[in-house]
């Protein structure tokens, strides 16, 4: 189980999120859904520690895998690197091959031997589904989707109990989302898998349980939290409900014009955040900065 | 308009050309196989160069060596110990960026003074490679920096957040990622070593002897060049050979360095 | 920092690679300090031997006319002159030989020849500074004389390869539309280049005329070989001086602690000068970017 307790991050002078507190099970897929700037993926940064080498990020509170606190300062970020896997966003290809690639982390972190060394990259590599001809391939010349699917391959060759994926069908087209949705499944039976994505699709497809953040003036919060039917369907908070409304039917989900939503002051009314500027052109929908 | 820039154009051209047509006549005759490892006699007016292609190997490789550790430590305070303190990354630049501007005469008169009385090596080819290696460590710095600066900060993240330490992150694959910087950097200081006079004469001296271990003096073939040609009386011949050995290597050094980095190389001519 | 195994599971063992690193990074800590204190390290140096010349009496001569260190008179003026008239010298000459070449190969040339001779003038640029010295003593000395003259030249020469190359870079960063918009507007290709492209480039070419001169007044070997070796004032264009730069060349090696410490005076003299110089011409670069 992972516990964030009273997860505070402030950066650049702003409240980012304030006193978050979360709890995600051992095992399936959690996913956190919100609009941009809401610390999602400064809440997965914290979670191996890469907040400390940020120096405009203040992180404050814990969070316990298991009883211990990943951040306390007996705990080494390479111990926590060990357990909590993170795919980044835009993967970067280190130099050599795939197979250089995913074996990396595994020669210069563990004390594996050779033998346990291929046994695990090649696990890695026919779990996320990679052909063994593409294992040669020099790996600036991989596709976008391989070289997600690499990035997969080498944080899962560690063998992670908690995988942490930063928007992961970002630029993928369909048939490469479908592939990674199974992967993300088959992941999910021995380990919790945390998707932070604005992807309605992918998390209608593969999610457990789906938290909801929205930004408020003093920082982010959880708002709702469910099961994914309930919140991506019937969504019980006006927050939730413009976000997912915005997403399966578009502007014309919202308000008319500027004087409706000047004359509401019900907590419905949204804030400042969004804005529609005109009726006549749905596309120009502002979200304030 | 167009008849005088290109009047001057050619002007200046036509007279780099007549140059060098200049020192490949009156030198190039001269060049044989032997006037390489040959010995000098006569002062220098005749015989080969051997004593003074020793020195300059000599002087070049312990100079680059020298430099290099100092080089290479210096632009990884910037890139990784510094990274946090913009202020203080901005002034190591600055001190590096000084000495490479500093005029090379006032460094060889420190040389001097320094390794050549205080510390009583007089003129040595290790004085003169310690003081070169003052100039080279601040250029190849700045060269090392540039080349760092341009990994992508992305390769350093992610590798910390698979659980390399910052050392392993950096050894195995911040600096293969920046080789091709750190290749030219090190082909750039060695064409200034080859090509600096000032700071070797008044440290490593002009004499032609062959050095028996690296704190006799020597000349290096640039000094070899000026010393024919000052102080040696009919040294002319000899000098014009000299010079087109050197101009040779010089030039080939330059074409090695505008095929692997194009922009770096003309950054240094204009710098 | 002890890893702590967590207790979820067999803790992986880790390479325990901690205790080196902390070895290796001391040593770049180190070395990486030393190399950034080079320069102010020298600095102090020459500041150190020089200031310790200021604590004798023959300071006073420091303004005096007169360089002759065996009669105790330690004048600079002349030997300040002797550079800054050789540098102004060298640029003036090279000044519109530079610029005009570079003129010739950014508007009037194109594709493969203009790469081509870019890419020459680069390379002569590097050329080592003793090749035009050489050039200076067997060619122009026994025609002209060693002189103030002769140094000019040469100088010049040398500067030309830069000069060219910066103007280049100044051109190359003026607007894009510059030229076309002067076209359109009826004025000849001429005009257009005087009035407009050299205008607009002015602080970028004068930057680097100032960059140019600063290297001009730290050049030492080309200038010695051709110079001359009389520390007088300049009084025509024929006559032989002394720079600053040619000064340590030639009374380096035997001079007595006075005298040596009064070098260390010129050493700094040239520094500063250089300094003053490089610091103007990127002050001026910095201004036409803003």
């Known amino acids: ?289 | 308009m167009k008849f005088a820039v290109f009047s001057s154009a050619a002007f200046v051209f036509v007279l780099f050309a007549l140059m060098l047509l200049d020192i490949l006549v009156r030198g190039g005759a001269e060049l044989t196989p032997q006037y390489f490892t040959g010995a000098v006699s006569d002062g220098g007016r005749s015989g080969g160069i051997g004593p003074v292609v020793v020195s300059t190997l000599l002087v070049v490789l312990m100079a680059t060596a020298f430099a290099l550790p100092l080089a290479v430590a210096g632009a990884l305070l910037c890139t990784e110990l510094l990274v946090h303190r913009p202020a203080s990354r901005q002034l190591v630049r600055r001190s590096f960026e000084i000495l490479v501007s500093a005029p090379s005469v006032a460094v060889g008169l420190i040389g001097w003074s320094l390794f050549g009385q205080v510390f009583g090596f007089g003129f040595s080819l290790f004085s003169g490679a310690a003081t070169l290696a003052f100039m080279l460590a601040p250029l190849m710095a700045l060269a090392f920096l540039n080349g760092l600066e341009a990994v992508p900060q992305a390769l350093r993240s992610q590798s910390l957040a698979l659980g390399l330490t910052r050392w392993d992150t950096l050894v195995y694959l911040v600096l293969p990622a920046a080789r091709p910087a750190l290749v030219a950097g090190v082909m750039l200081a060695v064409g200034r070593a080859l090509a600096e006079t000032a700071v070797l004469v008044l440290t490593s001296g002009v004499t032609t002897r062959m050095p028996e271990d690296i704190f006799d003096p020597g000349a290096t073939l640039a000094v070899h060049v000026y010393n024919l040609a000052h102080n040696v009386p009919g040294g002319e011949s000899r000098a014009y050979a000299a010079a087109f050995a050197l101009v040779v290597v010089n030039i080939g050094v330059q074409l090695l360095l505008t095929r692997w980095k194009p922009r770096l190389a003309n950054q240094e001519a204009t710098s | ?290």
Request: with cysteine; hydrophobic share 50%.
């Open chain 1, 1 to 289: 189980m992972i516990h964030f307790k009273k997860l505070t991050v402030r950066g650049c002078g702003q409240m980012i999120l304030r006193e978050l507190e979360l709890t995600l099970p051992d095992r399936g897929t959690a996913v956190l859904l919100g609009p941009s700037g809401c610390g999602k993926t400064t809440l997965l940064r914290s979670a191996i520690r890469e907040d400390e080498d940020d120096p405009d990020l203040e992180v404050s509170g814990t969070i316990e895998l298991n009883g211990v606190d990943l951040r306390a300062k007996f705990v080494s970020p390479l111990a926590v690197r060990q357990k909590i896997g993170l795919i980044p966003q835009r993967p970067v290809a280190f130099p050599g091959t795939t197979w250089d690639n995913v074996t990396f982390a595994l020669k210069h972190t563990t004390r594996l031997s050779k033998q346990e060394i291929e046994l695990r990259a090649r696990a890695a590599l026919e779990e996320v589904g990679l052909e063994e001809e593409v294992w040669k391939r020099e790996a600036d010349c991989l596709s976008g989707g391989q070289l997600k699917r690499v990035a997969i391959a080498r944080a899962i060759a560690l063998e992670p109990e908690v995988l942490l994926m930063d928007e992961p069908s970002n630029g993928l087209d369909p048939l490469a989302v479908v592939r990674l949705e199974r992967l993300i499944v088959r992941l999910s039976e021995h380990r919790l898998v945390v998707l932070v994505t604005h992807d309605l699709h992918l998390t209608r497809r593969v999610a457990n349980v789906v938290h909801f953040l929205w930004p408020f003036p003093d920082g982010c919060r959880v708002v709702e939290s469910g099961a994914p039917e309930k919140i991506l369907e019937v969504p019980a908070r006006p927050e939730t409900k413009l976000f997912v409304q915005a997403a399966w039917e578009g502007a014309a989900a919202l308000y008319e014009s500027d004087d409706e939503l000047e004359d509401c002051e019900a907590e419905e009314c949204m804030p400042r955040r969004m804005r529609l500027v005109h009726e006549s052109n749905p596309r120009e929908l502002l979200p304030e900065e």
């Open chain 3, 1 to 290: 920092m002890k890893a702590v195994p967590l207790p979820t599971g067999a803790p992986v063992e880790s390479t325990g690679r901690r205790q080196e690193h902390a070895f290796a990074w001391a040593l770049v800590w180190v070395l990486g300090i030393g190399c950034a204190f080079i320069a102010p390290a020298l600095l102090l140096f020459l500041l150190g031997k020089g200031a310790s010349f200021l604590l004798a009496d023959e300071r006073a001569t420091l303004t005096s006319l007169r360089w002759s260190p065996t009669e105790a008179s330690y004048g600079l003026v002349p030997l300040v002159v002797g550079t800054l008239s050789v540098a102004l010298g060298g640029l003036l000459l090279a000044l519109p030989l530079g610029i005009g070449t570079a003129i010739a190969l950014h508007f009037y040339l194109r594709g493969r020849l203009r790469e081509w001779f870019e890419a020459t003038l680069g390379v002569l640029g590097g050329i080592p500074s003793v090749v035009f010295g050489l050039f200076g003593t067997f060619w122009l000395v026994p025609r002209i004389g060693a002189s103030l003259l002769s140094g000019v030249c040469v100088l010049a020469a040398m500067l030309i390869p830069t000069l060219a190359l910066l103007a280049l870079a100044a051109f190359r960063q003026l607007p894009t539309g510059l030229v076309a918009d002067g076209l359109r507007l009826g004025l000849s290709r001429e005009q257009v280049i005087l009035r407009l492209v050299l205008r607009s480039a002015r602080p970028a070419l004068f930057g680097a005329a100032v960059l140019a001169l600063s290297r001009g007044l730290g050049e030492a070997l080309a200038v010695e070989m051709v110079c001359g070796n009389v520390p007088g004032l300049p009084t025509r264009l024929t006559a032989p001086i002394r720079t600053l730069t040619t000064t340590l060349v030639q009374e380096f090696e035997y001079a007595q602690p006075l005298h040596n410490r009064a070098l260390h005076l010129v050493a700094l003299a040239i520094v500063l000068l250089a300094a003053l110089t490089s610091a103007a011409a990127l002050r001026l670069r910095e201004r036409k970017a803003a």
